[in-house]
């Protein structure tokens, strides 16, 4: 077994530092992983049944273990599959302009990253709870069958006729009181602006970065998710789309964020720009900070001049308004 994973197994703990990229992707995302699972499980018929996730692209179980532990702290009984290959799938264009796909493409390779998955698994205690399934999801919509899932997460391939792929094939499979929902939607399709769109081979990008035009984003993801569900909820790079919510109004997620035990603690915007105030979150507390404050850091947010704090998303509210 490679050193660098015999010393994570020994350790007992969780892994998702810069060893395998094994932590990529942006933790603030997970800060709403509870809240979906609150709404999509106060929508079931049977509150006693688990709470059933499809999640699409595991890599080496961050968020699979972020899901385990957002249901297990509203006393759910989650029922996780995780469909994923494991195997390399990053072209020579996308691992030469990004350092950390070269380590995973490495990593799913020699099987580090599936071996490290399940370590990840086993650590938090949710064996009995998540299933791989070791296959492309186009194989492994046979092993699926005719299931309902109260929440789908997609997390698979950027590229286009992927992600394309997996909404398409995802619909049936979420309940009609369920939530659809994924990952890197930085920028909406309809929000990319012309001179972006005119780029050669846009959609052969897994990241397109414009430091001029200050954009950085998935143009596959970005594509696929308005063809399919033209516009959707969103916040920091997550989006959903439910029946529910036909005007996208999804104030019951995005303003109660939770921070899982193993993601790390960052500051999150919550609200922007509500009278002159930021509502932020940092360590279990809302702080609004007066937009005039510059940057706001975890060393310094609870010493901003001005700042209003307060244990709830409405009570630092009731504050500024």
Known sequence: MPEPLFSIRQSGQVYFGPEFASGQGDERRHYWFQSVCRVAASAKKDLESPLTILEIGSYTGFSACSWYASARSLRLSPQI???????????????????????????????????????????????????????????????????????????????????????????????????????????????????????????????????KAGIAFHPGVSKAVWETLGPVCSHTGFWLKSSKWSDCACSDVFTIPWRPPHVAKVVLLVREAVGDYNILFFDDSYVAVPMSAGRVTPENIFNVKGAKLGSSFQAVLSKIT
Not at 123 to 140: M, N
Not at 180 to 187: A, K, P, T, V, Y
Request: charged share 20%; hydrophobic share 40%; aromatic share 10%.
């Open 81 to 211: 599959v995780c469909v994923d290959p494991w195997r390399p799938y990053f072209n020579s264009r996308q691992t030469a302009a990004q350092g950390p796909y070269r380590q995973m493409n490495a990593a799913l390779g020699s099987g580090e990253a599936y071996e490290l998955f399940n370590h990840n698994i086993r650590c938090i205690g949710a064996e009995g709870s998540v299933l791989p399934v070791r296959k492309p999801f186009s194989e492994a919509l046979e092993t699926i069958g005719a299931s309902k899932f109260d929440i789908i997460f997609i997390d698979g391939s950027h590229m286009y006729s992927d992600v394309l792929f997996d909404i398409q094939q995802s619909l049936p499979l979420v309940k009609s009181s369920g939530i659809i929902c994924g990952d890197d939607l930085e920028l909406s399709w309809d929000k990319v602006p012309l001179s972006v769109l005119s780029t050669p081979d846009l959609l052969d990008f897994d990241t397109y970065i414009d430091a």
